[in-house]
């Protein structure tokens, strides 16, 4: 075989979506040279289905990716038309912003985010083969017979890989709504020996808002002082819009009960499994008979256009059928449909078969994240574009992989979660899948993550100097509350007193005032104030009362975890050979040797393995002697 | 570290009983029983049981008609050949059918040996190993059924309503929570509250009978103390019906404590005669005397043994002062002589439970026997029927308890629901370290199954 290329990179990243934009910027920021191909370059950064960025915990992973130094955290705060931080009335662990964007803008903004990044090159075409010589890829072969030649090539293909779009009984191939599917790439990766699968998700369909009677759904706001995503951004200058919700009634579900043969969903034609967090209004109607009505969210998809996403009513029904159940909805009798709504059935490979830095153990040098991960959503697509991209780049500097753990950030949490249990239906993040979520808040994702960011590379010396600045002063009033004490003889005690209603004793310090449950933060801050001889940030103080209110909760919890696992830390010595585990089933000795864990903790969370092969494991590893 | 050795062990109780059950393990388990019946193609059906007559390998004496079953790998308790003989229950008989084993290769067992291999070959989960030492340790019947009874998975389907329950209330809070912007019901306040405590109280129900579950497995500890002479070591002997303790006529002959486990009803009770308590300046006799006391601290129940033919001495007084914080009742010994008189602890002692015995006949000592268990709280046992009796369960149940407590006061303070679910899913995750771990996959399921949930 003649290796001639065409153009040569360090790094190639295939795709331009949230994972694959992240990881072409990152590479190139860390000084690769690295290339980005995609079928289209006028979609990039596009937001394939509903047009909004964050929610609770995928708002989390997109501070931590910009405090790791990744871009959709500043993208969407150029961009999105109604900001809103969720959970506002719970713990402050569990708050996280979400923003419904302008797609068009966030694209335009994404594209000039890539383009002026330095070391970074745009292409447009196919890859229809890879270029590996002795397990190692060399680069990649496009349809158009151009080479390109790369020590690291991050795979980012979405909904693209054998993408198969259902419309009632018709399907068709396609990557999107509109867009070619990557049919030969996937047969390539599934020759390579790659585990593959098949999953599924959908659309709702797209109305023309000039169609729609609007008063007759309820308003919804954005919140007057809109939370950005990036600590970087101080104001959110777009023009804020106002979103409506709706519901579907029981003619809509009767329509969708007589015809429910017509949805490919449930005739058997759709084999991949969807997401049960975004089901089908199908699903909905059929799973929950007993509902008589289902939420529907009309978000305008941006300010230059007048076509509306109707989030809530995916579905897969067909194109004549759409319509007459959107017009049975009160509100829409008259809409018109832009573009009907889909179900859209796609490749992953399986992500067990991924290193902790995403790279495939089949193949040197290839990196997967995003969709093909069996993952769904943009901020979970970005986060492992993000650490793909750094470990590209890491890789082809021949220097160690980047990983975070469990119980430092949501994204160790996710990228453990899918390397040690893999996937069987598209993968979201939630808060309840991190052990240690009450450490893990929006608000403190710079303070966890930068350091990180900085050593790698990511954040330019403004952020971090704006960073440090702000790590002191959260540090310097949080040490302000635990020594400053309040006597009964002060005039402040008596200001304190009045609005806490019941006795605070002869003294109490600021951060033992600060854990009551009926704070008036108002009231708390003017007090302080008085007595810091700094001025005081508000979102800076809720952190720190967010410190003091989670410590006793995270001490108590940290202790019980400790006790739970004492066994964690038992290491499986380097030459352990699990065969010798005499009756292990032969299954057992497969998932441990797969992921050859170097202690009892990493065994524990392989997935699939029985309490009965750990008891076993662990008997042996305690007769081993140390 | 595959065991390729064959092992043997007696695995009923030492001592006279029906029959005794000799177990072999390993790969040669069924080769060492056809030597043992003279029968080289000796192939039983497995779990099936056959009826042999057992010979010594060497001479061919006939030795016992045992019936043996033949447990087949992998499917046995340990995952490996079994073969059960069951035997008539003499010790000596017993002991001969596992010589003549020895000595045609099988290897005597250590303790654990058994569930080791169990353990290893995957066989039981680590409560099961537990359940199983317990088993190994316990020193009467009532404590076999227990462990049994435990191994069984028992505490595992006592623990799984609850758990059950749990995450029942995780699941509307849990959903509070993620899924903020869905149409989800209200959160039933009132309920949650209830259940919380409800849930803590059939764990505490369960906890509390550990205590219970720990005497029977450890024993009572009861103590005998008294006066010099009073007859202590006579009582000693006559509730162990043997001949332990050196009965003299001679005062202060108990100079050291003699502890004997005795079977009461089922109930296993360390009895533990002690010197004679007063004053003496006699070295040795001082040094029992400390004893003595350590004994008295020890015990879970004390037998204050009095000679009921003299008038209550001042050493008599001084023991009742040593009692304040103990549970106790007095044995009136000597109600077979004349001079004894049941009333000589009248208008001293009023509350406490005194028996008239004889030591020398026997009389009383059925009463003492039932006044002995009386003294214990056995009404778990007898109506719950499961008992916890180890202690690191315990200790888990301790820390659920603990756990659901905290998340009960956080959701009366009307904390956010996360405050709430800290305590909630602690308390899982100790329950999980007895019955299996629950994981947040668990959770998202039944959050799916019970809400419509997502745009």
């Excluded at chain 1, 890989?161 to 996937?186: C, D, Q, V």
């Excluded at chain 1, 702000?470 to 020594?483: A, G, T």
Aim: glycine residues 8%.
């Amino acid at each position: 075989m003649i290796m001639s290329f065409d153009e040569k990179f360090d790094v190639l990243v295939i795709g331009a979506g949230h994972a694959g934009c992240e990881a072409a910027s990152a590479a190139a920021r860390m000084g690769a040279s690295t290339a980005l191909v995609t079928l289209n370059l006028d979609l990039i950064g596009q937001m394939s289905c509903n047009p909004a960025i964050g929610g609770i915990a995928k708002g989390h992973l997109v501070r931590e990716i910009d405090a790791l130094g990744g871009i959709m955290g500043r993208v969407i705060d150029r961009t999105g038309i109604q900001f809103r931080l969720l959970n506002r009335s719970r713990g402050p662990a569990v708050q996280s912003p979400r923003a419904q964007a302008d797609r068009a803008l966030y694209r335009n903004e994404m594209r000039i985010m890539l383009e002026s990044t330095p070391n970074l090159y745009l292409r447009q075409g196919e890859i229809t083969d890879f270029v590996i010589k002795e397990g190692q890829i060399l680069g990649v072969e496009l349809q158009d017979t151009r080479r390109l030649r790369a020590d690291a090539v991050v795979l980012a293909t979405g909904t693209f890989l054998n993408g198969l779009i259902h419309t009632g009984k018709k399907t068709y191939t396609a990557g999107r709504s509109g867009e070619p599917a990557s049919i030969r790439l996937a047969s390539r990766l599934k020759q390579l020996g790659f585990m593959m699968g098949r999953l599924k998700t959908g659309t709702p369909p797209r109305l023309d808002g000039r169609t729609i009677d609007w008063a007759q759904f309820a308003p919804q706001s954005g919140d007057e002082e809109p939370v950005p995503f990036s600590f970087s951004t101080n104001y959110i200058n777009q023009p804020q819009i106002t979103c409506f919700i709706g519901y579907t009634n029981e003619h809509v579900h009767r329509i969708i009960r007589d015809n429910i043969s017509e949805s490919p969903l449930y005739s058997g034609q759709i084999t991949g499994v969807g997401p049960r967090y975004c089901p089908s209004i199908e699903d909905k109607v059929i799973k929950f008979p007993s509902k008589n009505r289902h939420q529907l969210f009309l978000e305008p998809e941006g300010h230059n256009t007048s076509e509306v996403y109707l989030n809530g009513f995916s579905t897969s029904m067909p194109a004549g059928l759409q319509h007459q159940l959107v017009h049975s909805v009160l509100g829409l009798e008259e809409a018109s449909i832009i573009r009907p709504g889909y179900a859209i059935e796609y490749d992953y490979c399986d992500p067990k078969e991924l290193t902790p830095f995403l790279q495939t153990l089949r193949i040197k040098g290839l990196f997967f994240a995003g969709q093909i991960n069996g993952t769904t959503g943009y901020e979970e697509a970005a986060c492992q574009g993000l650490l793909a991209g750094i470990n590209a780049s890491l890789y082809t500097r021949k220097k160690e992989g980047f990983k975070l753990s469990r119980s430092e950030a949501y994204i160790g949490v996710l990228i453990d979660d899918l390397i040690n249990h893999g996937v069987d239906e598209p993968y979201r993040i939630f808060t309840s899948r991190a052990e240690k979520r009450l450490s893990l808040r929006y608000d403190t994702a710079d303070l966890r993550l930068s350091a990180y960011g900085r050593d790698l590379g990511l954040v330019d010396d403004i952020s971090w100097e704006n960073f440090n600045a702000r790590r002191n002063r959260i540090s310097s009033l949080h040490k302000f509350l635990e020594s400053t004490r309040v006597k009964r003889s002060d005039v402040l005690y008596q200001e304190l007193a009045q609005c806490s209603g019941t006795d605070l004793g002869d003294s109490i310090s600021f951060a033992e005032f600060s854990v009551r449950s009926d704070l008036n933060i108002k009231v708390f801050r003017s007090v302080v104030g008085k007595l810091y001889q700094s001025s005081i940030i508000n979102n800076e103080l809720k952190t720190v009362l967010a410190d003091l209110l989670y410590q006793g909760y995270i001490n108590i919890q940290e202790n019980n975890y400790s006790n739970v696992h004492k066994y964690d830390n038992l290491v499986i010595p380097n030459n352990f050979s699990f065969r010798d585990l005499s009756t292990l089933s032969n299954e057992m000795i497969e998932r441990f040797e797969r992921v050859c864990p170097s202690d009892f903790s990493e065994a524990r969370k392989i997935s699939g393995i029985t309490p009965v092969a750990l008891a076993s494991l662990l008997t042996h590893l305690r007769l081993i002697p140390t | 570290m595959p065991a390729s050795d064959t092992i043997v062990a007696l695995s009923t109780p030492t001592g006279r009983s029906g029959i005794g059950v000799i177990r072999l393990t390993g790969p040669h388990s069924l080769d060492y029983t056809r030597l043992l019946l003279r029968d080289e193609l000796f192939t039983p059906e497995p779990n099936r049981v056959t009826l042999k007559n057992l010979h010594d390998p060497e001479t061919g004496e006939t030795l016992d008609r045992a019936l043996i079953t033949y447990f087949k790998s992998p499917r046995s308790f340990t995952g490996e050949d079994i073969v059960e003989l069951s035997c008539h229950g003499s010790p000596v008989l017993l002991l001969r059918v596992i010589d003549s084993l020895l000595s045609i290769g099988a290897r005597a067992a250590d303790p654990g040996d058994f569930t080791l291999r169990a353990l290893s070959n995957g066989r039981m989960n680590l409560t099961q190993a537990e359940a199983i030492r317990d088993l190994i340790d316990a020193q009467t019947h009532t404590a076999v059924r227990q462990a049994t009874r435990q191994l069984d998975g028992e505490l595992s389907a006592r623990l799984q309503p609850v758990k059950d329950a749990l995450i029942k209330i995780i699941v509307p809070l849990e959903s509070a929570l993620e899924f903020v912007e869905d149409d989800l019901p209200k959160l039933a306040a009132e309920g949650i509250s209830n259940e919380l405590v409800s849930l803590a109280q059939k764990l505490d129900d369960l906890a509390q009978t550990f205590r219970s579950g720990r005497l029977l497995k450890d024993g009572l500890k009861v103590a005998l103390v008294g006066c010099p002479n009073a007859g202590k070591s006579s009582l000693f002997n006559r509730l162990l019906s043997i001949d332990r303790a050196i009965v003299t006529d001679i005062p202060g002959t108990t100079r050291d404590s003699l502890s004997e486990l005795l079977n009461l009803q089922g109930i296993p009770v360390l009895v533990t005669d002690t010197a004679g308590v007063r004053v003496s300046n006699d070295p040795i006799e001082r040094l029992g005397m400390g004893r003595t006391r350590r004994a008295i601290a020890d015990a879970d129940l004390v037998i204050v043994v009095i000679d009921g033919t003299r008038p209550l001495t001042l050493d008599d007084k001084m023991i009742f002062s040593e009692l304040a914080e103990v549970t106790y009742l007095i044995a009136l010994n000597k109600n077979d002589l004349d001079s004894f008189a049941s009333s000589r602890l009248d208008g001293f002692i009023d509350s406490v439970k005194c028996i008239s015995v004889s030591a020398k006949t026997g009389a009383g000592f059925d009463q003492l026997q039932r006044a002995i268990l009386d003294s214990f709280d056995f009404k778990s046992l007898e109506c719950e029927g499961l008992l916890i009796t180890n202690s690191r369960h315990f200790d888990l149940l301790r820390r659920a308890i603990d756990a659901l407590h905290s998340s009960q006061k956080a959701f009366r303070q009307r904390l956010s629901e996360d405050f709430v679910l800290v305590g909630l899913y602690d308390a899982l995750r100790f329950l999980g370290e007895l019955t299996g771990e629950t994981t947040p996959e668990t959770i998202l399921s039944q959050i799916f199954a019970s809400f419509c949930i997502g745009k």
